[in-house]
């Protein structure tokens, strides 16, 4: 049963301007008759999210949102995703299966979803006229701006930047973790165009008090309470200064997608997804660390110490998650594929959290040999590295290929789950089976 | 089974049942299979709470109550201990803004819960 505001959404965006909806959702644009698709612009995409041709698509009429989408809420945002793995629809939660993550700059129809709450109306609407950034907090002079302010009063940047949920990798917990049963494929490596976190708080004048930020957005709680937050976090002041954290506007040259946060969410690379929140709306600078919901508890928190899995752990000795560990993904080719050949040409990324990847190895023996990986440098800080390797299969068979990553301060991806109570920061490393026929 | 043995009592009793007789079935609200193996089956394709959300007493309390904000897709994916539910939903309660269920109806819950999406389901 969607709320009354999920239905809203693609509804309300036709209402309110049917044509510019069906440029924006589809990039359609009707004949001078007003119907159907001028130059085809906008059919292919719309038949892809129907999943099927449109036999009489000339006769379609200008403005109209198609019946099978017409009361589809956040579903309908997530059409215009591209073979991900929906995990939950309400909130939608997707990851994206390795092989399909094979591009150096992940698609925006690729990126993985993680939301805690109800996307809100200005997604939908993609319109950012009535919204305003504000700064405040421990700064000397509490600031706001308008989408366009931000854009021009500070240096814009694009970078490539890794962003992966903090309980990648929950699925394979044993015993399970509660949360999304996230398998491998909530990683993903955008082009994000921004301004510099630190630049914006600069601006505003950062008092030496402020120890930590909090982020506060405008997606809703799932219980409908417009009094509750679905999720606050924030970062150490360090963090945020930290050049390549940005408060991004555009994503792979496009305004920021409903579901990835229009009109600007933070980009705090390297760390647990939830420090990069979308649909933000406030800033705020505190003598505290931040308390807000998922900040506290055992939210985004591991036990300060090793566990076995399975054990209770007081609330008391659990830190905040910050940094991600090194890990690495096979890409190509996908896993469980027989091939007749035996030499074979791998692929994949490695990412490493504040770090820099140094070395990815391979294996195709269970680990009993590796070899080294060719790898390329990142093309900015934060960004995830592609490597690339060619096997050769001594005999027809099943194999597995293993990828680890070592880091450039040494550290390198287990084999085992360093199990925690909450499933989060599971680096262990990829595996793909391969059946050589011949 | 990590779950203290004396809680899970109950669900034990409904775990040797279920599968004996379809007559077992009849203390729950859902509609009774006339053959209990193929219980998943049974539910009809468009049952408010999908084709998938088990059959067995409290199916519809927990559908309803856990539903209510978010998809049951979220439910489905869990496997924990009893206690481990019972704590989540003090957490649902206290942080998330759910109503707190009568202790009848909380047993009924957790019997279900702990039933069906216990730390030795499967992922699908």
Not at chain 1, 269 to 294: C, F, M, Y
Not at chain 1, 371 to 388: F, G, K, M
Request: hydrophobic content about 40%.
């Amino acid at each position: 049963m969607p709320s009354g505001k999920q239905d809203r959404g693609l509804c309300e965006l036709y209402q309110q301007d049917p044509e510019r909806a069906d440029k924006l959702v589809f990039g359609r644009e009707a004949h001078k008759d007003r119907r159907g698709f001028l130059r085809g612009a906008g059919l292919a995409t719309m038949g892809a999210m129907l999943g099927a041709t449109i036999p009489f698509h000339r006769n379609f009429p200008a403005g109209l949102i198609p019946a099978a989408m017409a009361d589809d809420g956040e579903m309908a945002l997530f059409k215009t995703k591209d073979g991900l793995t929906l995990l939950n629809d309400r909130p939608i939660n997707a990851e994206t299966p390795p092989h399909l993550l094979d591009d150096p700059v992940t698609p925006n129809e690729r990126h993985f979803v993680r939301n805690n709450g109800i996307v809100p109306d200005i997604a939908y609407e993609m319109d950012a006229s009535d919204w305003r950034l504000k700064i405040d907090g421990e700064v000397n002079t509490p600031l706001e701006f308008s989408l366009e302010e931000l854009k021009s009063k500070f240096e814009n940047v694009t970078l490539k930047l890794q962003i992966e949920c903090g309980g990648n990798g929950r699925a394979a917990f044993n015993p399970p973790a509660r949360g999304n049963q996230w398998t491998l494929g909530a990683i993903g490596n955008a082009e994000w165009t921004g301004v510099r976190y630190a630049d914006v708080l600069k601006a505003a004048g950062v008092k030496d008090s402020a120890i930590y930020t909090a982020h506060y957005s405008l997606d809703g709680h799932l219980s409908g309470d417009p009094e509750k937050l679905p999720i606050s976090r924030g970062v150490p002041l360090a963090k945020a200064m930290e050049p390549h954290s940005i408060i991004a506007f555009a994503m792979n040259g496009e305004p920021i997608p409903a579901l990835h946060g229009f009109p600007v969410r933070t980009i705090c690379p390297g760390w647990a997804g939830s420090t990069s929140q979308k649909w933000l709306q406030r800033i705020e600078l505190r003598n505290v660390v931040h308390d807000g919901p998922k900040m506290t508890g055992t939210s985004y928190r591991v036990p300060y110490y090793p566990v076995a899995p399975g054990t209770k752990v007081d609330k008391a000795d659990f830190k905040i998650m910050e940094a991600m560990p090194v890990k690495s993904l096979i890409t190509t080719p996908q896993t469980n594929q027989t091939i007749a050949e035996r030499r074979l040409a791998l692929r994949g990324h490695a990412w490493a959290g504040d770090n820099s990847v140094s070395r990815v190895d391979i294996s195709h023996d269970f680990g009993a040999t590796w070899t080294q990986a060719d790898l390329a440098p990142p093309p900015n800080p934060y960004s995830w590295q592609t490597w690339s390797a060619e096997v050769t299969f001594p005999e027809k068979g099943y194999y597995e290929v293993w990828a680890r990553a070592t880091d450039d301060k040494g550290n390198s991806q287990p084999f085992a789950i360093n199990w925690n109570p909450k499933g989060y920061l599971n680096n262990s490393m990829h595996r793909i089976a391969v059946t050589v026929s011949a | 089974m990590l779950f203290s043995l004396e809680r899970s009592l109950p669900v034990l009793a409904f775990a040797l049942l279920l599968p004996m007789a379809g007559h077992a079935t009849e203390t729950t609200p859902a509609p009774a299979p006339a053959q209990s193996a193929t219980a998943a089956a049974a539910i009809d394709e468009d049952d408010e709470f999908g084709p998938d959300w088990p059959l067995g007493p409290g199916r519809e309390d927990t559908g309803y109550l856990c539903g209510a904000c978010h998809s049951l897709a979220i439910v489905k994916q869990q496997g924990l201990t009893r206690g481990d539910w019972d704590e989540l939903i003090d957490w649902m309660v206290e942080e998330q803004g759910m109503a707190e269920p009568e202790t009848s109806e909380r047993d009924l819950i957790l019997d279900y819960l702990a039933e069906h999406f216990n730390v030795d389901r499967v992922l699908k």
